[in-house]
């Protein structure tokens, strides 16, 4: 299908009620300030809300969606579009839906023979014994539903353990406790069915927390990623498979840990950060391809058929 972005006005949603709003205005203006300099006729739509009268307050054929965490990533403004007929960058409702819940995720990995480190599922509903958790500490507790390490929380003990839960479950319904697995911090970044250069991820303190991720300037990216020949050939099957059985399409990035010779895949993230401090465009960089190109070609996704 060949898009005519010139004749046709593109808005750069972002913005949206998540607890990720002020990263999503950050890269929705970089995103709108590169389709401009592409000399593109592109609108910077900031919304509050999903509702629809707000969403198509403005006249627009296409949508780079640049919204963060719940509203952006978990499928609902990608249904609200196509039910209107309007195409969009990234995945399909269905393939968000699938990614932003953790849980589901991880189940999926699991059933699909993607390694994965072993968790359990708690929600409000469903409460576990916790004295009998089959999972070694230190764990890992995190909400279903969020994304940029919002609320992630380590435990070393039961009684760790059982303060995450309560404090998370005033917030969030459901939640993913996971084996901690201390090793590489790897991302790999999906483009138009591509493997980008993997990125290694090293911290002052080893954790890669909300804090790390947008405020502190101290930490170290290796791109490419020190990886034998061979590891990064399985890094990148194993990555294009992630992305394929969670059909991804357009853009996206895994997160993963590498600890002694194993990959663990942890997530995956279907509208990845496009900041200052973002990772995807510092891969892209590395096959040559700058910022403002890199977002036409992410524009470029909007002609994928959307599941």
């Not at 953790?102 to 059933?111: G, L």
């Amino acid at each position: 299908m060949v898009l005519n972005f010139n004749s046709e006005e593109i808005a750069v949603i972002c913005g949206g009620n998540s607890k990720e709003r002020e990263i999503s205005l950050k890269t929705g203006f970089a995103v709108f300030q590169a389709l401009k300099r592409k000399n593109l006729n592109v609108i910077l739509h900031e919304i509050s809300s999903f509702d629809e009268q707000e969403i198509f307050s403005k006249n627009f054929s296409f949508a780079f969606i640049a919204l963060h965490g719940v509203g952006g990533e978990d499928g609902k403004i990608q249904s609200i579009l196509s039910k209107r007929g309007i195409r969009y960058t990234g995945s399909g409702s269905e393939s968000c839906n699938l990614t932003f819940d953790k849980s589901i995720t991880k189940k999926f990995f699991k059933k699909n023979g993607i390694n994965t480190p072993l968790f359990e599922i708690v929600s409000k509903d469903n409460a576990l014994d916790l004295e009998k958790l089959k999972l070694k500490y230190p764990l890992i507790i995190k909400p279903s539903n969020e994304g940029s390490s919002i609320g992630i929380i380590k435990a070393y003990s039961l009684i760790d353990l059982e303060k995450a839960i309560n404090e998370l479950f005033k917030s969030y319904k459901k939640l993913v406790i996971e084996e901690y697995i201390l090793g590489r911090e790897l991302t790999v970044p999906f483009l138009h069915g591509e493997i980008l250069p993997a990125i290694e991820i090293i911290t002052r303190d080893g954790d890669y927390n909300f804090d790390a991720k947008y405020n502190r300037v101290d930490n170290n990216y290796i791109c490419p990623a020190n990886l034998e020949k061979s590891k990064w050939e399985e890094l990148k099957n194993l990555s294009l498979k992630a992305f394929t059985i969670c059909k991804c399409v357009g853009w996206a990035r895994l997160d993963l840990i590498f600890s002694e010779n194993q990959f663990y895949m942890l997530e995956i993230n279907s509208v990845p950060g496009l900041t200052s401090h973002s990772l995807f465009p510092m891969s892209a960089k590395k096959i040559g391809k700058n910022f403002d190109d890199l977002v036409f070609d992410i524009l470029c996704s909007c002609k994928y058929e959307k599941n």
